[in-house]
């Protein structure tokens, strides 16, 4: 069964780089989630979208923009990079009328961004 | 505000032993509660969800967890645990509301010894 596709999966920038982090949900998927868990940590809600409109924010840094495209991927854009933001950061997608998180939506396995 | 707190950060037992992991949550309305596993290096898996049906809920590799109301818990078990459950485990919980976000405890570092 397809699952949620994020590229690249390792990526390494500098400081004061911009990234820029892409996420393909199941077809027919309709809403896309963004999560960043830091080493050690949980993770954490940043922006969600439903029907290519942003439906939630979350601790997004205003550094940090995100959209939804007409075929439901996503990209998660990343300015200004701080060593801080070394993180995996996860994409979730659900199908329309499964209620996001009540259905348990699905994960992909993350982009791991290094900032060196 | 919806929390999830999971106690102890990691648990050892041997393999073919009980596994238990505690979970408590917070919600100001009645909660969907969700179990991930996060191998090393890869995404999160879930592995059961609590959505106000059963209160015993049984998910995926033998694990089950039971939703107790009035402990404000969702403790996560297993009878006999095996080398390959090694992994992280996280308790999550949603206000279920349409497409509401999860949110995550710490996580629980699972050890298996042989």
């Known amino acids: 069964a397809a699952g949620v596709i994020q590229s690249p999966r390792h990526l390494i920038k500098e400081k004061r780089e911009t990234a820029t982090l892409k996420c393909y949900p199941i077809?027919?998927?309709?809403?896309v989630y963004w999560y960043q868990q830091g080493p050690g940590q949980d993770p954490q809600f940043l922006i969600s979208f439903y029907e290519k409109m942003q439906s939630d924010k979350g601790s997004i840094p205003d550094r940090f923009s995100a959209q939804q495209f007409s075929d439901y991927h996503s990209e998660l854009n990343m300015s200004s990079l701080e060593l801080g933001d070394s993180a995996l950061y996860f994409c979730?997608?659900?199908?329309?009328?499964?209620?996001?998180?009540?259905?348990?939506?699905?994960f992909g396995s993350g982009t791991r961004l290094t900032v060196v | 505000a919806q929390s999830v707190t999971q106690l102890g950060s990691h648990v050892s037992v041997s393999e073919g032993a009980l596994v238990l992991l505690r979970c408590n949550y917070s919600?100001?309305?009645?909660?969907?509660l969700f179990w991930y596993v996060q191998y090393p290096n890869q995404g999160l898996q879930l592995l059961l969800k609590?959505?106000?049906?059963?209160?015993l809920v049984k998910g995926i590799n033998g694990f089950e967890a039971e939703f107790k109301k009035s402990e404000t818990s969702f403790h996560l078990t297993k009878p006999s645990a095996h080398m390959s459950d090694a992994a992280e485990y996280f308790c999550?919980?949603?206000?279920?509301?349409?497409?509401?976000?999860?949110?995550f405890g710490k996580g629980t570092m699972l050890l298996v010894s042989p």
């Open positions: 999550a919980v949603s206000e279920g509301s349409g497409y509401s976000t999860l949110t």
């Open positions: 609590y959505t106000s049906a059963a209160t």
């Open positions: 979730a997608s659900s199908a329309p009328g499964q209620g996001g998180a009540i259905a348990g939506y699905t």
């Open positions: 919600s100001s309305v009645p909660p969907y």
């Open positions: 077809p027919r998927h309709d809403t």
